[in-house]
Structures are given as C-alpha cells and as structure tokens.
C-alpha cells in the first residue's frame, strides 16, 4: 500500500547569509507542484507552511544570526513532520535553508506513544524512539560550529544535529534527544567541498562519505551503495542542497560559486534510488532561490518533472 505523501514548507532564510530561499516553497506551488504529484496517482495532502522568516542582519549575535528565528521554524516543523511520520506518511519539506533539517530530524526521531498504524494489522505496543539514518547531499558537509563559522547558521546544520563541542544549546537541544543523530547515522552523499577542520572531524568521528566524485562516476550505484548503508534503519531521511548541481548547468541555488557539481540528470538518478528504499520517509529541499534562475517557470518546470518522476506513487 502506497503512504501518502505529505507536502510541508519551510519558508526561512533565517540561517541563510541573504533573502531568497524563504520563497522556495510559494514558487514550487506556484508553479504546480501540488497539482503535478497529484496529477499522477499519488496521494498527496498539502499541510501548507509553517511560519516562516526572511533573512536580516542580526549584529546582536554575529557569529549566530537569528538564532531564534532558526529554532522556532525547526520546532514548528519537527512537530508537523512527526505528526506526519505517526500517521504513515512520507513527507517532502521545502524549504527554506539548510538549517530547516535540524527539523525533519528532530520530528522523525520523535517518540512514539502506544498506538496502531494503518500499515499493520499488529496489536496496540508501547514503541520506542525509531532510528533514524541520514543521507545528506550537499557539496558542503556542514559540520562548522558558530565560532568557526561566518555567522551564518546554515553551515552549521550537521554539526548541531552531531551536537559537536561548541554547537549552540538552543539548536542541538531542540528534539527529545541529545545529540540527535551519533555519527553513524549520517552519511554525507556527493561531499567535495570540506574544510581542514570538517575532515578532522569526518575521520575522528567515522563518519560515511561518498564523493561527489563517486557519484558521478555512476550516480544509481553510488545512491545504492548509501542504500545498503541506510537498511538497517527503520526511517531513512534524505536532505537535499540543491547547490549540488553544478551552478552553470542550473542556476537555481542559493550559493553561485561555479565549481563542479551534479547535473540535473545526475541528481535524479541517485534520488531516484535513494526515495525507493522501503524505509525512506522523507526529502527535505534546502538552498532553493528562485531569484537566481534566469527563467523562474523553466527552472520549476525541471524540477517539479524531476520530483514528479523519482517520487513513490
């Protein structure tokens, strides 16, 4: 029996380093998302967006900007994505910046209360918190703590969900464990772009890479060597940065530096993969700018066929 798909966005630039991103989900919708995943059998409940937050400068805190901003969006969307989760759906959260995952982590390691799902025919039983793999595509890794970083939260994001030494009480903190994920939950897809410092922690922690380079050399083999490490989970999250494709071949990210990254069909080939192991539960879309698209209506046009062609119907 197909789950059906829950759409939730997140429009926040709060982490980012400008405007943009917090109008991501509008655009998607705009340009007949909802309309496309429906269109082609799914069942799909549009839950709206929580309440967003367009990036400003925050010279109280520099090295943290809008810090609150950033915890009160991923509380609002870890309560909507758990809620989701608990009722059998697979969620795609669109966002907003990279920091809205502290969210969709927070709410799919949530514990789960005595209750009986649609998908089974087992009795009432007292569960205890799932757990919870990671896959994260990003040319970045993100495990910068806000003394090392530029202010912006949003090269951050991994390092609170590790809760590395130096995070910010108010992010790592903000789901019903601490730290959220340990270092084997996370494996970072499609990495190319790590500091000194972030290949520090990658080695002493264990954490799992496979390279941008990797995938595109073969992006379904590459997306199957991250399924055989995300079986053992019982809920298999994707986050995606759409700074991933390479910004020349479609400007559509947040971040314009032009070094090499996927192509769009590389993206969908991995994703393909990725979205269609049984235990995948949700994609998050992080970095999207409209404004950097030459042709807002092409650009959407791409990747709404994209999701509409790679998601479980």
């Given amino acids: 029996m197909s789950r059906p798909l829950c759409i939730l966005g997140a429009p926040s630039s709060a982490g980012a380093y400008a405007p943009g991103q917090e109008s991501a989900p509008h655009a998607f919708r705009r340009h007949g998302l909802v309309e496309a995943l429906r269109s082609s059998g799914r069942h799909v409940i549009d839950r709206g967006d ?3 937050f367009r990036w400003r400068p925050d010279p109280d805190d520099p090295k943290a900007m809008n810090r609150d901003a950033v915890r009160r969006v991923a509380t609002d969307i870890a309560a909507s994505v758990a809620k989701s989760l608990e009722a059998g759906e697979t969620v795609l959260v669109l966002g907003g910046d ?5 969210g969709t982590v927070a709410g799919a390691v949530a514990h789960r209360p005595e209750k009986c799902t649609r998908f089974s025919d087992e009795p009432m039983r007292k569960e205890s918190e799932p757990s919870v793999g990671l896959v994260y595509v990003d040319l970045d890794v993100d495990l910068n703590i806000p003394e090392t970083s530029d202010g912006a939260l949003d090269w951050t994001g991994v390092a609170h969900l590790l809760d590395l030494p130096g995070s910010a009480s108010e992010l790592a903190g ?20 790590i500091t000194p410092v972030e290949a520090r922690i990658i080695k002493e922690r264990g954490l799992a890479v496979i390279s941008l ?3 595109k050399a073969d992006p379904a083999a590459a997306a199957r060597r991250a ?26 990210a947040e971040n314009v530096r032009r070094q090499p990254g996927l192509t769009l069909a590389e993206l969908e080939a991995a994703l393909a993969v990725l979205v269609s192991a049984p235990n995948w539960r949700t994609l998050t879309i992080a970095e999207v700018n409209p404004d950097h698209a030459p042709d807002e209506a092409a650009a959407f046009r791409r990747l709404i066929a994209m999701l509409d062609g790679i998601l479980p119907r």
């Fill in 50 to 52: 929580v309440a967003g």
């Fill in 98 to 102: 990279c920091t809205i995952e502290l």
């Fill in 174 to 193: 903000l789901g019903p464990r601490r730290p959220l994920l340990a270092p084997e939950a996370v494996l970072f897809f499609t990495a190319d772009a």
């Fill in 213 to 215: 380079a990797a995938v």
């Fill in 227 to 252: 399924l055989d490490w995300g079986q053992g989970f019982e809920r298999l999250l994707v986050h995606l940065d759409v700074d991933v494709l390479a910004y020349t071949d479609f400007p559509i």
